[in-house]
């Protein structure tokens, strides 16, 4: 999931499905460097839909779906899309390249690639304006909501649509807004002692942040409920490997409630997860996670030898830019 919820998500987490009058929808996707076998398109009233890949590498499948907002997986990333009656999709894509690449064409499909190229300028947004003063943020914030409005009212799009696009820009910005304030006063962390940590170490015992000091730390915090969290697992297992031998730990700290402790020991066994494991103590409201003003995950952290913060908000392992990091620290 990106960093900011865009659009569509917040689209779908609130005003999905629209109609309930139920028409076919025909649907085929090729998808290059595919991630799995498997597409998965889900909606409100739990909505699912699996299409299995066929002989020729291609997803095919016609369904009944009511008019709305519908999110489609592949297994490691997922993307929104809007059914309308008697549709006809045809999506391609690259996943190396998941957001990027997403093109629909057929019938119907002007909303659906409205909404991709939405979450692009959501994320690229995030990119630029985040890193500006507050004044900038602001007015580049009011710039992108009116420029949103404006490219909405231009396209021939269902009234729906219009209007739970107009919520939801609304919803962005105040959102965007607060996401600013809370990675501002990330940044400002940036060179101090990071707040400290004591937590039951799956191996046994408790492991404080203390215990670590002298090498890097890469911290990563997460929950078995995460399907985000879970989708950087093997990026950051290679990146474990590959640095298996250098001056930094890898550190997983999972903020799971306290009834699911059961459930993450399985999950670290099951999964055979390296680094440090961790099991915070008071989920969200734990007080390291508080002190860092966590408020979305997976999160990542990394800390230098002697206990400072270089990034409280730190790139993940599926970032290339990860590494090139790292290689500047650790060689």
């Known amino acids: ?15 999905n499905v629209i109609g309930q009058a139920k028409e076919q929808v025909k649907f085929t996707a090729k998808i290059e460097n595919r991630n799995s076998d498997t597409l998965v398109i889900k909606g409100r009233n739990n909505f699912k839909q699996v299409i ?3 002989k020729k590498g291609m997803f095919i499948a016609s369904f009944e779906a009511p008019k709305g907002f519908y999110m489609f997986s592949d297994g490691t990333e997922s993307s929104n899309l809007y059914l309308k009656p008697n549709s006809e999709i045809n999506l391609t894509m690259n996943a190396k390249e998941f957001d990027e690449t997403i ?32 004044v900038e943020f602001a007015s580049l914030l009011e710039a992108k909501k009116k ?30 807004a607060q996401d600013y304030e809370r990675t501002a006063a ?6 101090k ?4 940590f004591d937590y039951e170490n799956f191996k046994g015992g408790k492991t404080k942040l ?53 459930k993450w020991k399985k999950f670290v066994t099951d999964k055979k997860l390296g680094g440090v494991q961790l099991f915070a103590d008071k989920d969200w409201e734990s007080d390291f996670v508080v002190k860092y003003g966590v408020t979305g ?4 952290i990394l800390i230098d030898p002697n206990g400072n913060i270089v990034s409280s908000d730190a790139s993940r392992p599926s970032d290339p830019k990860l590494q090139e990091q790292l290689n500047s620290l650790l060689n």
């Open 297 to 300: 995950i997976p999160r990542f």
């Open 193 to 196: 002692p990071s707040p400290e």
């Open 147 to 176: 420029t949103d409005f404006e490219s909405l009212e231009k396209g021939n799009y269902d009234p729906e649509f219009k209007t739970a696009l107009k919520t939801s820009f609304e919803s962005f910005n105040q959102y965007a």
């Open 1 to 15: 999931m990106k960093k900011l919820f865009v659009t569509g998500l917040l689209i779908f987490s609130g005003l």
């Open 210 to 262: 203390a215990d670590l000091k002298g090498k890097y730390i890469y911290i990563d915090l997460w929950a078995t409920w995460c399907a985000p969290c879970r989708a950087e697992i093997p990026y950051l297992q290679k990146v474990e490997e590959k640095y298996h031998d250098k001056n930094i730990e890898f550190v997983s700290i999972s903020i799971d409630k306290a009834k699911d402790n059961e």
């Open 186 to 191: 990330a940044r400002k962390l940036i060179g």
């Open 52 to 54: 299995p890949i066929d």
């Open 103 to 134: 093109v629909y064409k057929g019938k119907g499909v002007d909303e659906s690639n409205f909404l991709a190229q939405q979450a692009l300028k959501d994320e690229k947004f995030q990119n630029e304006a985040y890193t500006k003063e507050a």
